[in-house]
């Protein structure tokens, strides 16, 4: 139960795109199409942004999508505004009834 | 409107015992498996345990296997987390998370548990 690898921190202008990474193992991210990723701003819950890799909840703006390939899960931020900015976890299902978080990244809007 | 709210944080001792609860409102809970996951202080999440929706069955972390036991009341619409065997390192706040489709869709504002003589 290891946690996925992040990025510490990112950091994009207004209007850039920034990806952040979450690097897992083939018993977790490489293994399920159960990826998902979660926005917290300070002091606040989770908000979750993409799930099962790649789909967004409604209420989420199209500028947030997900991706993978082999262990490695990315959430690509288009258009960043400065609302974005905040901590953002990826989580990825890893068997048995377990589920394992990356360590976070914290994203900067300059 | 679905809401979650976690109660039963606070200071308590190293290996002393703790409960806390989350209120599930707006949703069929004994639809849903639910979530623990914890956070401490200018950390990152960590899960901590699930339930299936009748309780049945239940998994947790390796780091409180055997200290923490996850239970739930359908007829009361309430999660619960009896939290044993305290230590400082289990400081951290606590959410409680809906789960859908092995994601956590709905998560509560978290409740604070404090280990500390």
């Known amino acids: 139960q290891s946690a996925l690898t992040q990025p510490r921190s990112v950091s994009g202008s207004p209007g850039q795109s920034v990806t952040i990474s979450c690097t897992g193992t083939?018993?977790?991210?490489?293994?399920?199409?159960?990826v998902s990723w979660y926005q917290q701003h300070p002091g606040k819950a989770p908000k979750l942004m993409i799930y099962d890799v790649n789909k967004r909840p409604s209420g989420v703006p199209d500028r947030f999508s997900g991706s993978k390939s082999g262990n490695t899960a990315s959430l690509t931020i288009s258009g960043l505004q400065a609302e974005d900015e905040a901590d953002y976890y990826c989580c990825s299902y890893a068997g048995s009834y377990t589920w394992v978080f990356g360590g976070g990244t914290k994203l900067t809007v300059l | 409107e679905v809401q979650l709210v976690e109660s039963g944080g606070g200071l308590v001792q190293p290996g002393g015992s703790l409960r806390l609860s989350c209120a599930a409102s707006g949703f069929t809970f004994n639809n849903y498996w639910m979530h623990w996951v914890r956070q401490a202080p200018g950390k990152g999440l960590v899960w901590v345990s699930h339930i299936n929706s009748d309780g049945s069955s239940t998994s947790y972390a390796d780091s409180v296997k055997g200290r923490f036991t996850i239970s739930r009341d359908n007829a009361k619409n309430t999660l619960y987390l009896q939290m044993n065997s305290l230590r400082a390192e289990d400081t951290a706040v606590y959410y409680c998370a809906r789960d859908r489709n092995y994601h956590e869709d709905y998560w509560g504002q978290g409740t604070l548990v404090t280990v500390s003589s």
């Open positions: 083939s018993s977790d991210v490489g293994g399920y199409h159960y």
